[in-house]
């Protein structure tokens, strides 16, 4: 099993980017796939999650700016940051789990796999 993220990289406050993470060796649409990110020194914090229903969770910090989507004939999900600040600079990670129940999609510890992470830089 392997995730992979790409879309990180430098953008001014106020401006978008879009993350995606692409799956491969699992049965995609099965899976609940999370967004997290980590400062260094900090804990993995929850971003956003999808669920094989496609019902959508975010974090209260990024609700109505970010938008997470998944496309299961590309095996991809996506998040969409609108509106970044400053704040939202970390490394990225997403991560899948098959077996999630709603009360564990915000606990990175849940997930059972996981991508290397790339880099949002917010800065002007």
């Known amino acids: 099993v392997q995730l992979v993220e790409s879309g990180g990289g430098l953008v001014q406050p106020g401006g978008s980017l879009r993350l995606s993470c692409a799956a491969l060796?699992?049965?995609?649409?099965?899976?609940?796939i999370g967004w997290f990110r980590q400062v260094s020194g900090m804990e993995r914090e929850f971003v956003a999650a999808?669920?094989?229903?496609?019902?959508?969770h975010y974090a209260d910090s990024v609700k109505g700016r970010f938008t997470i989507s998944r496309d299961n004939a590309k095996n991809t999900v996506y998040l969409q940051m609108d509106s970044l600040k400053p704040d939202d600079t970390a490394v990225y990670y997403c991560a899948g789990d098959a077996q999630l129940i709603l009360s564990s999609i915000r606990f990175h510890a849940q997930y059972d796999y996981w991508g290397q992470g790339t880099q949002v830089t917010v800065a002007s």
């Open positions: 060796g699992l049965t995609f649409s099965r899976y609940t």
């Open positions: 999808i669920r094989r229903s496609r019902t959508t």
